[in-house]
């Protein structure tokens, strides 16, 4: 049964700060793993998708990285704005293809 | 344009009451998902559906029933409603089964007294 784990829980850091989120998933037999952000009452956005076959992927500011064989994924966020205050949600996709399964969040605060 | 809408945005019902949920997206996409997230914020799947085909159920209680009449919608309908069942559900849509990104709703929050 797959689980998915996020470290840390929480993180605080001024603004500016490089920064690493970190992803842990326990069944390597993927399909992809997606980063999410999560705005207080709102839905999710899609940050960056990383097929299984892939090591990393690059969006501005933002980097995923995948290492299918450990069951890790780092998110990193470059020079780190209070705009980037929100949760961010690691998911794993099975090789069925059809079930997600989500980590419990890491919720960033930017301080000004 | 709203991608992926849900109605209502929030819901406030009594313990034993039937309720609905409607989500539409207007993407193109064939696979559709209802995802609960519970009050420690943790996001679970529920269903998915693939050209309205039931493809995922999560041991979801057969208290909710997703409806799915045509590929642009999914409806979630909800019978005796109980505590537990308070929670944000999601609606969520995707261009393939699960390989592809999900585009997600902006969620519909239920409170059952």
């Known amino acids: 049964k797959q689980e998915v784990t996020q470290i840390p829980a929480a993180l605080s850091v001024p603004e500016g700060e490089n920064l690493v989120l970190n992803c842990s998933f326990t069944d390597s037999a993927i399909y992809n793993l997606q980063w999410f952000r999560q705005d207080p009452g709102k839905g999710l956005t899609s940050l960056l998708l990383i097929q299984s076959s892939q090591r990393e992927q690059t969006s501005g500011r933002l980097n995923a990285s995948l290492d299918k064989s450990s069951g890790r994924s780092t998110l990193y966020i470059a020079a780190s704005q209070p705009g980037d205050s929100a949760t961010y949600l690691c998911?794993?996709?099975?090789?069925?293809?059809?079930?997600?399964?989500f980590g419990a969040g890491t919720r960033l605060f930017v301080k000004a | 344009d709203t991608a992926v809408s849900q109605t209502p945005k929030y819901l406030v019902t009594q313990m034993g009451n039937d309720k609905s949920i409607k989500c539409e997206q207007n993407?193109?996409?064939?696979?559709m998902y209802w995802y609960k997230q519970d009050s420690k914020k943790f996001l679970k799947i529920m269903f998915s559906y693939n050209n309205k085909e039931l493809i995922i159920n999560e041991t979801v209680p057969n208290r909710f029933s997703p409806k799915s009449p045509d590929k642009a919608h999914l409806n979630l309908h909800i019978n005796s409603l109980e505590l537990g069942d308070s929670a944000v559900y999601f609606c969520?849509?995707?261009?393939?089964?699960?390989?592809?990104?999900?585009?997600f709703g902006p969620g519909t929050r239920l409170t059952v007294l």
């Open positions: 993407l193109g996409h064939d696979t």
């Open positions: 969520a849509s995707s261009q393939e089964t699960g390989p592809d990104t999900q585009y």
């Open positions: 998911a794993v996709c099975g090789t069925g293809g059809f079930k997600t399964i």
